[in-house]
Structures are given as C-alpha cells and as structure tokens.
C-alpha cells in the first residue's frame, strides 16, 4: 500500500496543486480544509505524513499540530509546516511544537516531493527499529517468564499438594515446613516478577527518564550505605553472615537517583549473603574517594566466580554455575545493577577467585562531575571486568 499524506491547507488551488504532485508520484492523499477537519479525517485513517499550513480558519496549523501531539496514537506521524510565513519566531515555535520540517511557499514540486520522501523514508526506519526492539523485548521477556517462574511456582504447587493430600493431619512440625516452603516460593516469586518489571523499565528508557527526573545532588551516600546494610540484617543474621560498613569521613556529595542506587546496594548485598559460607561468612561494604569519583565495593567470601566466566556476569540472564547453584535468581540482577551505575555515569567491575569470594566495585562521578540531562551515559561496552592476579 502507498504511504498516505494528509494535506490541511484551506487554499484550495494550492491544495489541489500539492494534490496533483503527491499523486502523480504515486501518494494516497486525503483532504482538510483546516484543522478540525482534518483531526475527523484522521479518526477515520491514520496518514503517514501530514503536511499543514499554518493560517487557517476554525483550527490553525499550531492548535492543530498540538492536538496531534496529544494523541499517543499520532505522535510518530511525520509533521511538516507549509506556510507564507517567513518570521524567524513563526519557525521556532513550530520547531518547538516538534514538527518534522518546515516549508515556505511558494515552493517547488521537487523540493516538495523531497520533503515528504525523506520524512516517509526516515518514519519507515524508525517503525522497523521500534519492532524489532519489541520483538527483542517480546522473546527476552518469554524467555525469562518460561525459565524463571517454574522454579518458584514448583515449590508452591508441591507443598500444596503435600498439605492437600488428604492424609492424617499433619504434625505442627510438618505444616510449619510447608508454609515456609510455600513462603519462599512466594517471595522468589515476587522478585522475579519485580525484577522483570525493573527490566522493562530499563528497556524502555523509563528508568532514564526517572533518573533525569528524580535524580539530585546528594550528601547522603553513607545514609543509603547504611539503609542498604540494615535491610539485609535479619537475613544475614539467619544465615550466620556478619555485615560490616566502613565509609571514609567526608565524602563529597554525589548525583543520585535514590531508588535506583537503594536498588544498586539491594541486589549486590543479596548476592554476597546468597553466596557466603552460612556460619562464619563476612560480607563487607566500603566506601572511599577516589580521583574517579566515589568508589563503593562489596566484598565477601564465598563460592566466587570461575575466571572465565567473571566478564560475562553483567550480561542479562546469565547465571554462574546454574545448575550447581539453584539460589540465583532470574540473572537480571548483575544486568541492572549495570545499567543504573551507567545512569549514574559511573562504571563497574568484578574481581572473583574462585571458591574464595568475589568484589564488586562501583565508580559514582562526584556531584560537579556527574553527567547532565540529555548527556549520553557510560555504554554497555565500557564496563570493565578483571580477575584478581
């Protein structure tokens, strides 16, 4: 099917003019005298590029262009502005009301059919990236529903059939067991289902979009360091882990998303604790300036991480050593600990003996240092992981 141009323009010699060209190069083309007009012909079929005049009876071309902005369904249609006006102001603000172009008449066929060809052409792309992003996202999102959800699920249907077997009563010990079989399965449950979330947020640009919203010059790092470790108390008390926190005094302050490093400290401590010997483990929690920027490490001593497989442990849904250790999770951990030091404009990095622990280091830049709204974070390809010598 050809693309489709919608034509707003209420002059109607010029609009039978740009009419004549379009199709003659093979364009659908619909019809509007003003702007209301065409919002109802839009409700009927979605153009692929609109080109709009700007003076107009009943709705101009900028009251026009701004009810199609309101509408999430029109936002990724090409918007040109045909338009006698020559004012330096008039293009501004239909640059700042997002409009794809902007043409001055009188103009030529040529470099009308220009216009609407590059516009058309550079749309088609953005259309096809945004699928197979969603594709991508469709087959990560099967991938970790189908593999993660059976483990906790399992552990819920089968302590649940136990209870319901229809067998003598059960002992007070026996129910006890299954509820916190059924407990466990559950809370494992709910983070993978949190962790997906996060995930998806992170895919889909939201979490960069409540970093540049939510993020603020901090003084507080040693507090979120603290809150981190208390959080973890109980569990690391159950498991025989001792937590220790050392921060050094008078750290300079740091460009932070509270959330997002809250989460940063969650998942790293979680892993420590998982993989520290139960009974005499020691997880340890630093903070220290460097000329780098802020450097937090969190260090234990456990199982610790084959050398060939340390640089690929930030990847998402990779797991070390899966089948030999069940308790991890849905290996969206390490990826999203990544992606939000790279929010921050920081890095991180690894180093792991095997069956002798592991450390985990993050870099936050300093507040006079941290990155700008709209400037680019640290890549994917940056991040470093190295193995203790």
Request: glycine share 8%; charged share 25%; proline share 5%.
């Amino acid at each position: 099917m050809n693309p489709c141009i919608l034509i707003v323009e209420d002059d109607a010699t010029m609009a039978e003019g740009i009419c004549d060209t379009l199709e003659l190069a093979g364009y659908e083309v619909m019809l509007a005298a003003n702007g209301r007009e065409a919002l109802k012909r839009m409700v009927e079929h979605k153009p692929d590029l609109i080109l709009s005049d700007i003076m107009m009876g009943e709705m101009d071309g900028y009251e026009f262009c701004q009810a199609v902005q309101s509408e999430l369904a029109w936002v990724d249609i090409p918007f040109v502005f045909l338009t006698a006006k020559r004012r330096t102001e008039d293009i501004r603000r239909g640059k700042q009301l997002g409009v794809d172009d902007y043409l001055t008449k009188p103009f030529l066929s040529e470099d009308l059919l220009v216009v609407v060809q590059a516009k058309i052409k550079r749309a088609q792309v953005r259309q096809a990236v945004a699928r197979a992003e969603v594709t991508t996202l469709k087959d990560e999102l099967t991938m970790m529903i189908g593999h993660e959800l059976r483990t906790p699920l399992t552990y819920i249907h089968g302590y649940l059939e136990l209870m319901a077997s229809g067998r003598n009563p059960l002992t007070e010990e026996e129910l006890t067991t299954y509820l916190r079989g059924i407990k466990a399965g559950s809370d494992r449950l709910g983070r993978v289902v949190q962790d997906v979330l996060t995930w998806l947020a992170i895919r889909t640009g939201k979490a960069a979009h409540n970093y540049q919203l939510l993020a603020c010059a901090d003084e507080q790092l040693s507090t979120l360091l603290h809150l981190g470790i208390a959080r973890f108390a109980e569990t690391a008390r159950e498991r025989g882990v001792e937590l220790v926190l050392e921060i050094a005094p008078s750290l300079p302050p740091v460009r932070v998303c509270r959330k997002q490093i809250e989460e940063i400290l969650r998942q790293l401590l979680d892993n420590a604790i998982k993989f520290s010997p139960a009974e005499g483990g020691v997880v340890r929690v630093a903070a220290m300036e460097t000329p780098e920027g802020i450097q937090v490490s969190v260090q234990d001593h456990g199982v610790g991480i084959p050398a060939h497989q340390l640089p690929r442990i930030f990847e998402p849904l990779f797991q070390v050593n899966r089948a030999q250790y069940e308790q991890q999770g849905t290996g969206l951990g390490l990826a999203i600990v990544r992606a939000y030091v790279e929010l921050h404009g920081g890095r991180i990095w690894a180093e792991s003996k095997f069956e002798r622990g592991s450390t985990f280091y993050f870099v936050l830049p300093k507040a006079t240092e941290a990155p700008q709204s709209g400037q680019m974070p640290v890549t994917a390809a940056s991040t470093h992981c190295s193995t203790v010598p």
